[in-house]
């Protein structure tokens, strides 16, 4: 497994407040995504980076925003949050080839309220 | 547009049936597939991918899937079931290219009885 971490893992926080979750991996991926999972919609994808400080969005990127400043590390911000981002919150990465795994972490359980 | 589905939400199986888990997928060009297992609480494990070649691909934990283009399937199998295989499974596009996106189907929660 892709030394993958996610911090925090559990966090409540109230409506309005700003969010920082942050992703750290060990293997030097490219590329590195973050994604929602919700009951009955599978996993989305809010934003990717293919390098350093390269980001784009993904189909739910609303509401959110990343930074990737340094190779190991990708910051998924909740500027604001709202009820509707409660969820788990999935980092994932990818070497290089498209033949290569994407490698999930441990996930982070996020609850607004 | 990219898609993937996964037509059963739920499915229950005795210890030592054996399994198949559905996914269809919509994708215009020669697809990269993948199936991941999530355990509850758990982030989620490759099973098994393909890409090219064989379309019977032989993946960890006794799992296979098989391509079929002409369906635009690739359908999980499982001879024999085990109680630790209780968990959701998720079938997957790969977008390759630029990005490596991924696309997910919805999940399939699988139970397994005594």
């Known amino acids: 497994d892709a030394g993958i971490t996610q911090s925090p893992r559990h966090k409540v926080t109230e409506t309005g407040t700003p969010v920082t979750l942050r992703c750290h991996q060990t293997e030097n991926h490219r590329y590195m995504y973050w994604y929602r999972q919700d009951p009955g919609h599978g996993l989305r994808l809010i934003h990717y980076s293919y390098g350093v400080k390269d980001t784009d969005k993904g189909e739910v990127s609303d509401g959110y925003s990343v930074s990737r400043s340094k190779t190991e590390d990708f910051l998924l911000t909740l500027e604001s949050a709202t009820s509707s981002q409660t969820s788990v919150y999935f980092c994932?990465?990818?070497?290089?080839?498209?033949?290569?795994?994407?490698?999930f972490g441990p996930g982070t359980r996020l609850t607004v309220l | 547009a990219q898609s993937v589905t996964q037509p059963d939400i739920h499915i229950t199986v005795s210890e030592g049936a054996s399994l198949e888990l559905r996914c269809n997928y919509s994708?215009?060009?020669?697809?990269?597939l993948f199936w991941y297992v999530q355990s509850p609480g758990q982030g989620l494990q490759l099973l098994l991918k393909?890409?090219?070649?064989?379309?019977l691909v032989q993946g960890i934990k006794g799992f296979e899937a098989e391509f079929k283009r002409s369906q635009s399937s690739f359908n999980l199998r499982k001879p024999s079931v085990h109680w630790s295989d209780a968990a959701e499974y998720f079938c997957?596009?790969?977008?390759?290219?630029?990005?490596?996106?991924?696309?997910f189907g919805t999940g399939t929660l699988l139970a397994v009885q005594p």
């Open positions: 393909y890409f090219s070649g064989d379309t």
């Open positions: 997957a596009v790969g977008l390759g290219g630029a990005t490596n996106k991924l696309i």
């Open positions: 994932a990465t990818h070497p290089t080839q498209e033949t290569d795994t994407q490698y």
């Open positions: 994708y215009g060009a020669t697809p990269y």
